[in-house]
């Protein structure tokens, strides 16, 4: 009877073993999985992403109001309709760089 048990046992340890390392090669691959994983995907930058957030809401107001005053002014001054949208969209395409120029944080 105990050279039976003693057989179990073996039987039960080695299956327990062939688990075990199947589990660990199991546990070896995922972690490969996930570094490669990690390595590959691009990492999500915190903090400020987008146009808006640079500014805070105070600028942004004054970028807007100065902007529709600028055009309020062409519009009542420029009496051409062709000139009036030339201005208008020469100040639309310059604006980035105003806005750069003069609420540039980086100085």
Do not use: C, Y
Request: net charge positive; aromatic share 2%.
């Amino acid at each position: 009877m105990s050279k039976e048990r003693a057989r179990r046992r073996a039987a039960r340890e080695a299956e327990a073993a062939r688990n075990r390392v199947a589990r660990e090669r199991q546990l070896a691959r995922r972690a490969r999985r996930r570094a490669l994983v990690r390595r590959l995907t691009p990492t999500l930058r915190r903090g400020r992403t987008g146009r808006l957030p640079r500014h805070s809401r105070g600028e942004r107001a004054a970028i807007v109001l100065l902007t529709v005053a600028a055009i309020l002014l062409i519009w009542s001054f420029v009496d051409d309709l062709a000139l009036r949208i030339a201005l208008v969209a020469l100040l639309l395409l310059v604006l980035p760089a105003i806005v750069v120029i003069a609420l540039d944080r980086r100085t």
